[in-house]
Nanobody, 118 residues
Framework: QVQLVESGGGLVQTGGSLRLSCAASRSIFSLGAMGWFRQAPGNQREWVATITRGGNTNYVDSVKGRFIIDRDNAKNTMYLQMNSLKPEDTAVYSC????????????WGQGTQVTVSS
């Protein structure tokens, strides 16, 4: 089992930046891919970004060029650097992780609120 805890959310103005962290309760070196998701009020949860165990990354089109996902295995932490934030980025952001060779996300954090004011 792995517990994931997000931090770093908050209120920021349009064009600002935030860095989210996802701290794991044990080593993430043995995990598979990790990812960030978000859910705005009234909307379904949306995938935002993924980073594989080998460091390959992928992003939803709406955040490409603005968000950067990263993982630090030594610190058991994954990050999401969010730049040039827009009001439509407002959501609860959650991190998730897969067991190695798993095709689904097995562990989820509670989420952290990100609010971008116009």
């Amino acid at each position: 089992q792995v517990q994931l805890v997000e931090s770093g959310g908050g209120l920021v103005q349009t064009g600002g930046s935030l860095r989210l962290s996802c701290a794991a309760s044990r080593s993430i070196f043995s995990l598979g891919a990790m990812g960030w998701f978000r859910q705005a009020p009234g909307n379904q949860r949306e995938w935002v970004a993924t980073i594989t165990r080998g460091g390959n990354t992928n992003y939803v089109d709406s955040v490409k060029g603005r968000f950067i996902i990263d993982r630090d295995n030594a610190k058991n932490t994954m990050y999401l650097q969010m730049n040039s934030l827009k009001p439509e980025d407002t959501a609860v952001y959650s991190c998730a992780a897969r067991n190695l060779y798993s095709s689904t996300y097995d562990y989820w954090g509670q989420g952290t609120q990100v609010t971008v004011s116009s």
